[in-house]
């Protein structure tokens, strides 16, 4: 684990990045306009990224960085997962009685836990990581999630495809985990569709276009890389839907909005980009 620097204001952040031998273009582009997006509204935060290679993922995208808590991937391994996120969320559970207990120091024993818990917010970042083709990840972020409401940190989910794929205990793992994330942006209608219906609150969702898009690339990085060009793309289309305008609800669904930090920043709570969404 890279040695964690303080700053005023940290986010903990989970892409899908493994390494140099690892590489996943996609998420990793979508990662680093996240990052870029971030770092030019809020130039004085700083970030955690959770990633298999923490000392690549450091190196490469000058962050700190910490390991995922290493759930299995083998489909066969449901109850393995379950008792795994079990395990995690009774030590934070511990955790978090003895930070409220006068003289009773607890320490967690993930260094990925501790980061979060000292951090101001949790940002997932896109990728189409919620499904069942993907359970590792797929608990990786739900535990994250479910960890920052224990915490009482602030999450932000951007960029994602969920499913179409999902048993019934992701499912309902889902729908408890983002629950509390105070805007999940989606890439497909589907994916909109899909999380109403797991009960994430109609102004919460986005649509949005693929956060890879606002990249502003340069030679060696994913974003040129995988576009084959300096030029960024930028989506025109921003706003928000309402619980009562069907209208507008339906229209969002048609047309993506502008993606991650900078449509946050326009929404007028920049929960990816602004300390002040962070205070309780």
């Known amino acids: 684990m890279a040695a964690l620097h303080r700053s005023s ?16 273009l996609g998420d990793e582009a979508m990662l680093e306009a996240n990052l870029q997006a971030l770092r030019r509204l ?6 955690t990224v959770v990633s298999c290679d923490p000392a690549w993922t450091a190196e490469r995208y000058g962050v700190d960085s910490v390991p995922t808590f290493g759930f299995s991937s083998d489909p066969l391994a449901g109850r393995e997962r379950a008792a795994m996120l079990d395990r995690l969320l009774a030590e934070a559970s511990s955790y978090v009685r003895a930070s409220r207990a006068i003289n009773a120091p607890f320490s967690l024993a993930s260094a990925t836990a501790t980061a979060l818990a000292g951090a101001d917010g ?18 990786e972020r739900v535990a994250l999630l479910r960890l920052a409401r ?5 999450s932000v ?3 994602q495809t969920i499913g179409p794929r999902l048993a019934a205990d992701e499912y309902r793992l889902l729908t408890e985990a983002l629950l509390s994330a105070r ?32 990249l502003e690339t340069n030679p060696g990085s994913a974003g040129f890389l995988l576009a084959g060009s300096r030029r960024p793309c930028h989506s025109a289309h921003r706003g928000h839907y309402r619980p009562s305008d069907t209208r507008r609800r339906r229209s969002c669904l048609r047309r993506p909005r502008r993606p991650t930090a900078r449509a946050l920043c326009n929404h ?3 929960a990816a980009s602004d300390p002040a969404c962070f205070r309780q």
């Open 9 to 24: 204001f940290r986010l903990v952040v989970i892409a899908d990045v493994g390494g140099e031998k690892r590489r996943h």
């Open 42 to 47: 809020t130039p004085q935060a700083a970030f």
């Open 122 to 139: 949790l940002l997932v970042s896109g990728g189409g990581n919620l499904s069942s083709t993907w359970p590792d990840l797929l608990y």
């Open 150 to 154: 224990m915490f009482g940190k602030p």
């Open 157 to 159: 989910v951007v960029g």
């Open 183 to 214: 805007f999940v942006g989606v890439r497909e209608r589907p994916s909109a569709t899909l999380a109403l219906k797991l009960g994430v609150p109609t102004e919460r969702v986005w649509y949005q276009n693929d956060d890879a898009l606002f």
């Open 268 to 270: 007028g709570c920049a």
